[in-house]
């Protein structure tokens, strides 16, 4: 996967990509690839592909704070369920919206012919972590089998992270995982334009954490990006030139590195939250520990107010996510897989037995998604890799992989209430411009007015409030807004209903969805 068609866009600073739906708010990508989804479509002759959203035709026009705020009154959870409202909606909405005069991002279809091409292979490995390159080697060597290897991130990246290199003989699929439908596991290279067919035996989902959308006074603001963006931009590509002094939020020692990593080229503060900001190594590091929040600017991010425990301003061209706390899962729920909540993680992630998805048949979840410490990676993969190619275990291997199972802490979300506040929640108050979708300028007040109306799930609250029907169908807020009402509210996880992934009519390619 590459951003490289957008690093120009970005050379600079992180510019606004759009304006927000309801509110018209300047806005940028968090994650980047949710801005861009490319679509697989068939009919009965021939697949092909289109590239909705092209960045260099994108031409906003930002309205003023007032009307924001304006729409911001008028675009709460519950205004279009009145009926004096409906009756208005195509008069008084439209006069509104069209002060601004912003437009959508374009959506022209880019036509073209498409190269389609079979790969077999024994097991396929979706990698969207460096423990993913060792699981690979490892099943290689052992097996002799013919192993395909599919990169979510670029493949240097998986490597620095391993500590070792991808080998020879594995087949490295330089493309965005699809998904699995009844003709093969789909994969999709974009900028060749080149779509993978992909006939295995065993799929191995390593895909890793996503860094969560924090939970703010003025979230949205550009300049607010997730670790995985701001590395990739700063390190990969040489953008985002003007950007000067990052400030960088962590939760645990992955966060720290990416931070280091950023110290080499910008000048950095670190924050840090949840149980880390008694971390003895956040201390030496000078982070600056924070429970509440506050963004600065409109068109850009210009600084922000720590506003507890103690008052602070830090003027900051870049405020980065480096919050561990959002399993990538989607990829594995298309299995139809149970979901469970790692106490670990902290988060929702899907139930493994013995590394294998429950009820499904040669599907594995492993690493950090599933739920394994970050200490017990090597030791899961070593010891997986060996399962999976069915060599006999020792009796103390045996009881390591169950070791390792434990660690986890999965429990049902039936019985599974959040005590204490997620990672990403930085606020202590829940009016005002605290965004929980940003695709769907959907804040945490709304979703807590939708529940407390009687949309007590997650389902209904989606129907009330758009939440999750944006372009990245919920990977930035459908899991985190369950963590926030299970907590705010006192209920259990379970009572918030389904959270299937739908595979759309149309799949959407989820490596860009990401």
Same mark, same amino acid.
């Given at each position: 996967?590459?951003?490289?068609?957008?690093?120009?866009?970005?050379?600079?600073?992180?510019?606004?990509?759009?304006?927000?739906?309801?509110?018209?708010?300047?806005?940028? *990508?968090?994650?980047?690839?949710?801005?861009?989804?490319?679509?697989?479509?068939?009919?009965?002759?021939?697949?092909?592909?289109?590239?909705?959203?092209?960045?260099?035709?994108?031409?906003?026009?930002?309205?003023?704070?007032?009307?924001? /705020?304006?729409?911001?009154?008028?675009?709460?959870?519950?205004?279009?369920?009145?009926?004096?409202?409906?009756?208005?909606?195509?008069?008084?909405?439209?006069?509104?919206? /069209?002060?601004?005069?912003?437009?959508?991002? *374009?959506?022209?279809?880019?036509?073209?012919?498409?190269?389609?091409?079979?790969?077999?292979?024994?097991?396929?490995?979706?990698?969207?972590? %460096?423990?993913?390159?060792?699981?690979?080697?490892?099943?290689?060597?052992?097996?002799?089998?013919?192993?395909?290897?599919?990169?979510?991130?670029?493949?240097?990246?998986?490597?620095?992270?391993?500590?070792?290199?991808?080998?020879?003989?594995?087949?490295?699929?330089?493309?965005?995982?699809? %998904?699995?439908?009844?003709?093969?596991?789909?994969?999709?290279?974009?900028?060749?334009?080149?779509?993978?067919?992909?006939?295995?035996?065993?799929?191995?989902?390593?895909? %890793?954490?996503?860094?969560?959308?924090?939970?703010?006074?003025?979230?949205?603001?550009?300049?607010?990006?997730?670790?995985?963006?701001?590395?990739?931009?700063?390190?990969?590509?040489?953008?985002?030139?003007?950007?000067?002094?990052?400030?960088?939020?962590?939760?645990?020692?992955?966060?720290?590195?990416?931070?280091?990593?950023?110290?080499?080229?910008?000048?950095?503060?670190?924050?840090?939250?949840?149980?880390?900001?008694?971390?003895?190594? /956040?201390?030496?590091?000078?982070?600056? *520990?924070?429970?509440?929040?506050?963004?600065?600017?409109?068109?850009?991010?210009?600084?922000?107010?720590?506003?507890?425990?103690?008052?602070?301003?830090?003027?900051? +061209?870049?405020?980065?996510?480096?919050?561990?706390?959002?399993?990538?899962?989607?990829?594995?729920?298309?299995?139809? @897989?149970?979901?469970?909540? /790692?106490?670990?993680?902290?988060?929702?992630?899907?139930?493994?037995?013995? %590394?294998?998805?429950?009820?499904?048949?040669?599907?594995?979840?492993?690493?950090?998604?599933? @739920?394994? *410490?970050? +200490?017990?990676?090597?030791?899961?993969?070593?010891?997986?890799?060996?399962?999976?190619?069915?060599?006999?275990?020792?009796?103390?291997?045996?009881?390591?992989?169950?070791?390792?199972?434990?660690?986890?802490?999965?429990?049902?979300?039936?019985?599974?209430?959040?005590?204490?506040?997620?990672?990403?929640?930085?606020?202590?108050?829940?009016?005002?411009?605290?965004?929980?979708?940003?695709?769907?300028?959907?804040?945490?007040?709304?979703?807590?007015?939708?529940? +407390?109306?009687?949309?007590? +799930?997650?389902?209904?609250?989606?129907?009330?409030?758009?939440?999750?029907?944006?372009?990245?169908?919920?990977?930035?807020?459908?899991?985190?807004?369950?963590?926030?009402?299970?907590?705010?509210?006192?209920?259990?996880? @379970?009572?918030?209903?389904?959270?299937?992934?739908?595979?759309?009519?149309?799949?959407?390619?989820?490596?860009?969805?990401?």
């Amino acid at each position: 996967m590459s951003f490289s068609p957008l690093a120009d866009f970005f050379r600079e600073n992180i510019s606004p990509t759009s304006s927000s739906p309801k509110f018209k708010r300047p806005r940028a *990508p968090f994650y980047l690839e949710h801005w861009c989804p490319w679509i697989r479509a068939q009919n009965t002759s021939t697949s092909y592909l289109y590239f909705p959203h092209k960045i260099d035709e994108i031409s906003p026009k930002y309205s003023n704070r007032l009307v924001s /705020s304006v729409r911001k009154e008028l675009g709460k959870a519950g205004f279009y369920h009145s009926f004096i409202i409906k009756t208005l909606w195509g008069v008084t909405w439209k006069s509104i919206a /069209s002060m601004s005069g912003n437009p959508e991002l *374009p959506s022209r279809e880019i036509g073209g012919e498409n190269e389609e091409k079979h790969v077999d292979g024994e097991f396929l490995i979706v990698a969207g972590e %460096g423990a993913a390159v060792r699981f690979a080697n490892n099943i290689e060597e052992r097996s002799q089998a013919r192993v395909l290897f599919l990169p979510q991130k670029p493949v240097d990246m998986l490597e620095k992270e391993a500590g070792e290199k991808v080998n020879s003989e594995i087949e490295v699929i330089n493309a965005s995982y699809l %998904g699995t439908f009844e003709d093969g596991v789909y994969a999709i290279n974009r900028e060749k334009r080149r779509i993978y067919r992909l006939n295995i035996h065993k799929i191995v989902f390593f895909t %890793g954490l996503r860094d969560a959308f924090p939970v703010f006074e003025n979230n949205d603001i550009p300049g607010i990006v997730s670790a995985q963006l701001a590395i990739q931009l700063i390190n990969n590509y040489s953008a985002l030139e003007r950007v000067k002094r990052v400030a960088v939020i962590v939760n645990e020692n992955r966060g720290l590195k990416e931070a280091e990593e950023l110290s080499r080229k910008k000048e950095v503060n670190i924050l840090v939250t949840g149980a880390f900001k008694n971390n003895e190594l /956040s201390r030496e590091l000078g982070a600056i *520990p924070v429970e509440e929040l506050e963004a600065v600017g409109y068109q850009r991010l210009e600084k922000i107010k720590i506003l507890h425990p103690q008052k602070e301003i830090i003027e900051v +061209d870049l405020l980065v996510s480096a919050i561990k706390a959002v399993p990538e899962i989607e990829p594995a729920l298309q299995f139809g @897989g149970e979901l469970k909540y /790692s106490q670990r993680l902290g988060a929702i992630t899907v139930s493994t037995n013995m %590394g294998k998805i429950e009820g499904t048949e040669g599907v594995y979840l492993l690493g950090s998604a599933s @739920g394994t *410490p970050e +200490d017990k990676l090597l030791e899961e993969v070593d010891l997986f890799s060996k399962l999976l190619v069915k060599e006999e275990l020792s009796a103390s291997e045996e009881k390591k992989i169950h070791e390792i199972q434990s660690s986890k802490k999965l429990e049902p979300l039936d019985v599974t209430e959040i005590r204490e506040a997620p990672d990403f929640l930085l606020t202590r108050s829940y009016g005002g411009w605290k965004f929980v979708c940003p695709c769907q300028d959907v804040t945490l007040e709304d979703v807590l007015r939708a529940y +407390d109306m009687g949309y007590k +799930d997650i389902e209904r609250i989606k129907r009330f409030t758009a939440l999750g029907t944006g372009s990245c169908q919920g990977r930035i807020c459908r899991f985190s807004v369950a963590l926030l009402l299970s907590f705010l509210r006192g209920i259990p996880l @379970g009572s918030l209903g389904s959270f299937r992934q739908r595979v759309p009519i149309e799949p959407i390619e989820t490596g860009f969805l990401s």
